[in-house]
């Protein structure tokens, strides 16, 4: 599921893309847990589509979320909790943009 939706995604049907990674966080959560890297990636990656949607409140949730469980499982000076770190930065910048307009 996760492929195709990397594929809709690429193809900009942002919402396509969600459906199916919505979809997918679901089946890892129910088989491996929430703690679990494979959950932290999937809710990544539906943030970020979320931001093509022009969602960045859910993005951020999503993100916020996953942060915390690369942190536990890989630590924080871990590539991958760094980039997710970087992206819950950049996602926190879009909404004090949106929240304060020059």
């Not at 990656?45 to 969602?55: C, E, F, P, Q, W």
Request: some cysteine.
């Amino acid at each position: 599921m996760s492929n195709l939706a990397t594929v809709y995604k690429d193809l900009g049907e942002y919402n396509k893309a969600a459906q199916l990674l919505e979809k997918a966080l679901d089946s890892d959560q129910n088989n491996f847990g929430d703690k679990h890297p494979t959950v932290a990636i999937r809710m990544w990656n539906l943030g970020s589509v979320y931001i093509d949607l022009k969602l960045p409140e859910k993005a951020k949730k999503m993100i916020a979320t996953a942060y915390p469980i690369f942190v536990n499982n890989l630590g924080v000076d871990h590539p991958t909790t760094k980039n997710c770190k970087n992206w819950l930065d950049g996602v926190e910048k879009i909404l004090t943009q949106k929240n304060n307009p020059r």
